[in-house]
């Protein structure tokens, strides 16, 4: 089957600009997981959504960054006033539920200018 | 927090040498242990993990055993291929909350024929 979507593959983009990137994860998966993989910090986490629940926001780095999920599915990630640090490759990544495996998409890769 | 530390890379081996990639951890509670692998161009892969104290992980050939008393989980491959060229993070996840992924900083493993 269809594994975790995300689009743009790349985007370049001005500073001060706001982007939003997409996440689709694995049909029935309840659970997904933001991540970011930069030079500087290696692979970090973002936000959680598992189904109705409040998001778990405790990875943004700051309120720039925001994300919503719609109808326990698709998931959009929004960065605010871009700078040249938020360049990096965000990772989507979705599982059955909290605690499986998770599996990840190609990820976004961002470049700020 | 939760932290992993990897081997630092970049490795570079000959076919069919014995491989092993250092991880160890710190965490509080019980976590789960994995180890990831990005090949070229590809997205992140779960390539095993473990879940408790002494259990072993294996997929590929790549081995890795849960050690408690050393914190550690070290990756280990008998034969290494060309086609295991990648890399590799470890990572933990907490048995609670959003249990996220924390990952290692990579290492890069290049196997020449």
């Known amino acids: 089957g269809a594994g975790v979507s995300q689009s743009p593959s790349n985007k370049v983009t001005e500073k001060g600009k706001d982007v939003e990137l997409r996440c689709d994860p694995i049909s029935g998966h309840t659970a997904l997981y933001w991540y970011r993989q930069s030079l500087g910090q290696g692979l970090e986490f973002l936000i959680y959504?598992?189904?109705?629940?409040?998001?778990?926001k405790s990875g943004l780095p700051s309120d720039r960054f925001s994300a919503e999920r719609t109808g326990g599915s698709v998931s959009t990630l929004t960065i605010q006033r871009t700078q040249q640090e938020d360049s990096a490759v965000y990772l989507c990544?979705?599982?059955?539920?909290?605690?499986?495996?998770?599996?990840f998409g190609p990820g976004t890769r961002l470049l700020v200018l | 927090g939760d932290s992993v530390t990897q081997m630092e890379g970049p490795v570079t081996l000959s076919e069919e040498a014995f491989l092993t990639i250092n991880c160890t951890y710190t965490a509080t509670g019980y976590p789960s242990l994995f180890w990831y692998v990005q090949y070229p161009g590809e997205g992140l892969q779960l390539l095993l993990k473990?879940?408790?104290?002494?259990d072993k992980g294996s997929n590929k050939g790549f081995e890795a055993t849960y050690r408690k008393e050393t914190t550690s989980f070290h990756l280990e491959k008998g034969s290494v291929q060309v086609s295991d060229s990648a890399v590799y993070f470890c990572?933990?996840?907490?048995?609670?909350?959003?249990?996220?992924?924390?990952f290692g900083q990579g290492t890069r493993l290049t196997i020449n024929p």
């Open positions: 990572a933990l996840s907490d048995y609670q909350g959003a249990q996220k992924l924390v």
């Open positions: 473990a879940t408790k104290a002494d």
């Open positions: 959504f598992q189904g109705n629940s409040a998001p778990d």
């Open positions: 990544a979705s599982s059955s539920t909290t605690g499986e495996t998770q599996y």
